[in-house]
Structures are given as structure tokens and as C-alpha cells.
């Protein structure tokens, strides 16, 4: 592992302009593979920690843009209290990146930029694509939950997410695609119980819900049982990232609403369509190429750059 770090000049030189691949090239060489590697022993000892960053990256991106403002503990108030983050984690791997690169380049890495590199790896250790990330990111300043309240939440209609995703720049298939990363991880019971005792309107359960995989549903989430089980959310294919899980919300075997909703709109069902079949590769289309086009433009909104942002010591606290 190299420890040498570059000269102050060649750091602000880098933290000057846009997001680019190879950002920390000359400034801190080893910081990818720092990354990849504490990724790397995170998900070999918690096969569900692929899916936990991923998830992170979006829960990250979506509020105050991709700037780690979701690692910040500064009390009550934190964003990574607010209610739309329940269930988010890996903390620890970001604060366990951030530890060692402070140690090899200190001052150089934002914590920001952890988090989108840690989800790509997630993703290639979960058989899903490998791709680039362009980095350069700063961290924020800011840390509230009230800003939180624009986070997808499992129970919106397809059109409240089609437009909380259009309000961060986000188009319908972005949202069919960055949806699909449902294809590695579990859920708890906790965001089942309205969809399968008390679905509204009506009462009762959710009626989209194939009526062979209802009684397998309920058989994992019992009415009044304990609502931390944790139940996979791309059935039979939750430990590989693959697009499987399209095939499923088609088929009435989405387990999360929120992707079941994508059947109700005619343009993202049809999105789902386009990666399915023997159309999708006659045509020339790539699952995984679209995936990896939706997730870096998601990684691109309203990062800090230059002096909107500073690259924090720890990951958790402000300088």
C-alpha cells in the first residue's frame, strides 16, 4: 500500500474543476484501491453489505446532493435520523475507508467520494457491471433531517416518483433502473405490513401481488409478527446483481410497493419491457450499461466542488 502523499499544490490543483475519473491519480494513488479493498472484507464477512452500500450511495445523493452529508452524527437533527434513511447503514465501512486513507493522504479524500466508489465496488461483488467513477467531490456542510422529506418512500404512487426523480434530474427509466438495484439486499417486515394487512384503499392486500406469492409473503411477514425479519426483496435472486428483478415486478413479484408501482405507469413499464425478452438484445440494449449510466449521473447531482465543500478528517463530524 503506498503512504506517500502528493504536494499541497497538486491537491488543490485537483480539487479545482469538475468531476473526472482518476481524480486522486497524482495526490493519493492508492485511494481506489484502499476503498476496494475494505469493501472487499466488508461484504466477505456481511454477504448483505453490497446492497447496504448501494443503498447508502442513493440515500446519500438524493437529499442534499452526493456529498456525505448522510455519515454526518451531529445530534437529533442528524439527516441520517430522518425517517426516509430507516434501515440505512454501513457507516462503519466508510468510517473504516476514511480512517486508512487519512492515514496514507491525509486531507485528500473526501468522504463524499468513499461512498460512491464503495458502492461501485458493491456492485462488481455482487456479479454486477464494473465501471468508472468520476470523483472530486467535497463533503458538505450541512446535516438536517428536515431536508429528508423528498426521499422516495415505499408507499408513493408512481407519480409521486416520477416526480421526486425528475426534481433531482432523474428520468423515468433512471427511475426503473436505479429501482432495480432492489436486485441485491433484503427489506424488513416493518415496510410489508401495510402492503399486506392493510393495503389502501380497501384494506385487506395489495391486489398486484401475484395471488401464488401472497401466501409465501405472508408466511415470512406474519400479521403482528416481528417487523425487523428481513426478507429478500429480488426473490430468488438476492445475492447477484442482475435484472431479474424486472422480470419479477412484470410478473407480480415485487416485494417492495414502491416497485410494484412501476407496472402502473405506461412509460416505465414499458422501460422495464425494453431490458426483457428477445427484444431487449436485438435491439442493443444493456441492463447493465443503462444501470451504470443511471447510477453516475445520479452520483453527479449537486456535488460540492472547489470551496463549496471541505474533505472532512472523519467522516461523521464536520471539521
Not at 451504470?292 to 478528517?313: H, P
Amino acid at each position: 500500500m503506498m503512504s506517500g502523499t502528493g504536494t499541497r499544490g497538486q491537491v488543490e490543483d485537483e480539487l479545482k474543476g469538475q468531476l473526472r475519473v482518476g481524480f486522486y491519480r497524482q495526490s493519493c494513488p492508492a485511494a481506489e484501491s484502499i476503498v476496494s479493498s475494505v469493501v472487499r472484507d466488508a461484504v466477505l464477512s456481511n454477504s448483505n453489505m453490497a446492497a447496504i452500500l448501494l443503498r447508502l450511495h442513493f440515500h446519500d445523493c438524493f437529499i442534499e446532493g452526493c456529498d456525505g452529508s448522510i455519515l454526518v452524527e451531529n445530534g437529533p437533527v442528524s439527516e441520517k435520523h430522518a425517517f426516509g434513511h430507516q434501515g440505512v447503514g454501513g457507516f462503519e465501512v466508510i468510517e473504516q475507508a476514511k480512517a486508512q486513507l487519512e492515514a496514507a493522504c491525509p486531507g485528500t479524500v473526501s468522504c463524499a467520494d468513499i461512498v460512491a466508489l464503495a458502492a461501485r465496488d458493491a456492485v462488481a461483488l455482487a456479479n454486477g457491471p464494473t465501471y468508472e467513477v468520476p470523483t472530486g467531490r467535497r463533503d458538505g456542510r450541512m446535516s438536517n433531517m428536515s431536508l429528508a422529506s423528498d426521499m422516495p418512500d415505499v408507499v408513493d404512487s408512481i407519480e409521486q416518483l416520477k416526480s421526486k426523480f425528475s426534481r433531482r434530474g432523474l428520468s423515468e427509466r433512471d427511475l426503473v433502473l436505479l429501482s432495480a438495484a432492489h436486485t441485491i439486499g433484503t427489506t424488513a417486515c416493518f415496510f410489508m405490513t401495510e402492503r399486506l394487512y392493510n393495503f389502501i384503499p380497501g384494506g385487506g392486500s395489495d391486489p398486484s401481488i401475484n395471488p401464488g406469492f401472497l401466501p409465501e409473503l405472508k408466511a415470512r411477514c406474519p400479521q403482528n409478527g416481528d417487523v425487523n425479519v428481513r426478507i429478500p426483496i429480488d426473490e430468488g435472486s438476492e445475492r447477484v446483481f442482475d435484472k431479474q428483478i424486472l422480470q419479477n415486478i412484470r410478473r407480480g413479484f415485487a416485494v417492495l410497493q414502491s416497485d410494484a408501482k412501476l407496472n402502473d405507469d405506461p412509460v416505465t413499464r414499458s422501460v422495464m419491457d425494453s431490458y426483457l425478452g428477445f427484444f431487449g438484445p436485438v435491439f442493443g440494449l444493456s441492463f447493465e450499461a443503462d444501470f451504470v449510466e443511471a447510477i453516475v449521473k445520479m452520483g453527479q447531482i449537486d456535488v460540492k466542488t472547489d470551496s463549496g465543500g471541505e474533505i472532512r478528517r472523519v467522516c461523521s463530524s464536520f471539521n
